[in-house]
């Protein structure tokens, strides 16, 4: 059967209660063909995730409303070895208090945020067309073992490598700030080879999105795309799990790049919009405004001084590097990838990859890693 998280919405709430709702659900569970795997509770964001086994959502629905009346705020399905990769776990922690009334609960406090690391390089196959083959594998190589070195030397947990960029979890903010820093200090030469980048963004596993910490590793990924080669770009959110420790931030200031609250919401409105209507070849900057609710000139500024790019130059960028993903991984033609990536016509089309990656796409589908 499928496994489902979901995500209910409880101000308040404390472990304590948790546990007995979670009891009340293990006693019904057979009823609706349900297996209660384990929980999470953020009490400070009053937030709990359930993950569960189930036929369908509305079986997890139901079980939760008839044992306890707390109908979840969202349910997503999940993949069980994604979920114990960025949380370490997918049944009951080790560790826990018993309470002996009622019912022998098992009581815990274990929350669901983490600070997720994406990193990026430039791609392989361009790569490879700048330095050569063998260089190339020998870079990643390094690349790649660096990585998963300083992984597990800062508790962190990975989650996955695709392409040359990887998906990091971390429990703690501050072991995911030194991580990146050591990443750094370790690959010098070959960072600036590679084009190394890496984002940082903290959130919970279930928040609008059908992917489990998806909006997290979305903004995460797109913290490399604005941020500088060698540079490592931090988000508010995770600037507030750190906020005791800025003595480091600041000692690597020239290595560190951190957003205020209203860049990572402006950033935040704008993957959205990109994502919705970057394949539209009708989609322009008065639609950009039009969604995001502002005008041409206030978002030229807030564009320019977030991303460094203007919103025509973020819509190019975004749709360039969406073509390098399907010329990478599908069997397309040029054609077919110009109007399924929002280009108005092939000549446009070769004419903008050619500017911005130093070779025809023609010669990209050719070239092999």
Not at 137 to 154: G, M, P, S, T, V
Not at 309 to 317: K, Q, Y
Request: aromatic residues 8%; proline residues 4%; negative net charge.
């Amino acid at each position: 059967m499928p496994i489902f998280m979901d995500l209910h919405i409880v101000p308040g709430v404390t472990p304590k209660e948790v546990a007995d709702a979670h009891s009340m659900d293990v006693k019904i569970q057979h009823e609706f063909r349900c297996r209660t795997m384990t929980y999470w509770i953020d009490e400070d964001k009053g937030c709990v995730f359930c993950l569960i086994e189930a036929p369908d959502k509305e079986s997890v629905r139901e079980l939760h409303q008839n044992a306890h009346g707390l109908i979840p705020n969202e349910i997503i399905q999940v993949d069980s070895n994604v979920v114990e990769a960025f949380l370490g776990r997918i049944s009951d922690p080790e560790t826990f208090q018993e309470v002996s009334e009622p019912n022998h609960l098992k009581v815990f406090n274990d929350p669901a945020s983490r600070v997720v690391m994406a990193t990026k390089t430039i791609d392989a196959r361009l790569l490879q067309y700048k330095l050569g083959k063998e260089k190339t594998r020998a870079l990643l190589l390094i690349y790649n073992n660096c990585i998963r070195e300083q992984i597990r030397n800062h508790e962190g947990s990975e989650v996955e490598l695709k392409e040359e960029g990887f998906i990091i979890s971390f429990a703690s903010a501050m072991q995911a700030v030194k991580c990146s820093l050591a990443i750094h200090e370790r690959l010098p030469a070959v960072s600036e080879l590679i084009g190394l980048r890496i984002g940082l963004h903290a959130g919970v596993p279930v928040n609008k999105n059908n992917v489990i910490f998806g909006a997290t590793v979305n903004l995460a990924k797109y913290l490399c795309n604005i941020g500088k080669d060698n540079q490592i770009v931090i988000s508010a959110a995770v600037r507030k799990l750190y906020k005791d420790h800025d003595s480091m931030l600041t000692a690597n200031r020239e290595n560190i790049r951190w957003l205020t609250s209203p860049e990572e919401n402006f950033l935040d409105i704008l993957i959205n919009t990109l994502h919705e209507n970057w394949q539209d070849p009708q989609f322009g900057v008065t639609d950009f405004c039009s969604i995001m609710s502002t005008s041409k000139p206030q978002l030229y500024r807030k564009s320019k001084a977030t991303t460094g790019m203007s919103p025509n130059e973020l819509l190019r960028e975004y749709r360039l590097l969406q073509a390098l993903d399907v010329l990478r991984n599908e069997d397309r033609n040029i054609s077919q990838t110009t109007f399924d990536t929002g280009f108005s016509s092939p000549s446009y089309f070769t004419k903008c990859f050619q500017k911005r990656f130093g070779l025809q796409p023609l010669a990209y589908l050719k070239a092999a890693i």
